[in-house]
Nanobody
Framework: VQLQASGGGLVQPGGSQRLSCVVS????????TGWFRQAPGKEREFVAG????????SYAGAVKGRFTISGDNAKSTVYLQMNSLKPEDTAVYYC????????????????????WGQGTQVTVSS
């Protein structure tokens, strides 16, 4: 299984950005996919995740209402739509996947995931 994240870049505060994560080697909709981020000098933190079967979705409190995770099975791609971006959203964003259908409480735990993408930089600045 390979994950390829893209879509990062420089965006102004209040702007929007959509990240993409192509999942190859496995049908992502049979498992669970998550987005994490890591800012300089900080630990990696959970952003959003979804167990596609059954529709269990989880968001970090800091992004709830602003970010949306979705998937397109035909394109084998998972998206993270980010709106109303803030400077504190600046980080390297990683997508992760596991074939397991995780319970809601486990979606936010990075050790639950088996496969990781390479990361894409998002910088929110004027």
């Amino acid at each position: 299984v390979q994950l390829q994240a893209s879509g990062g870049g420089l965006v102004q505060p209040g702007g929007s950005q959509r990240l993409s994560c192509v999942v190859s080697g496995r049908t992502f909709s049979r498992g669970t996919t998550g987005w994490f981020r890591q800012a300089p000098g900080k630990e990696r933190e959970f952003v959003a995740g979804s167990r596609w079967s059954g529709g269990a979705t989880s968001y970090a409190g800091a992004v709830k209402g602003r970010f949306t995770i979705s998937g397109d099975n035909a394109k084998s791609t998972v998206y993270l739509q980010m709106n109303s971006l803030k400077p504190e959203d600046t980080a390297v964003y990683y997508c992760a996947h596991t074939p397991a259908r995780m319970v809601l409480s486990a979606i936010s735990t990075h050790t639950s995931y088996d496969y990781w993408g390479q990361g894409t930089q998002v910088t929110v600045s004027s």
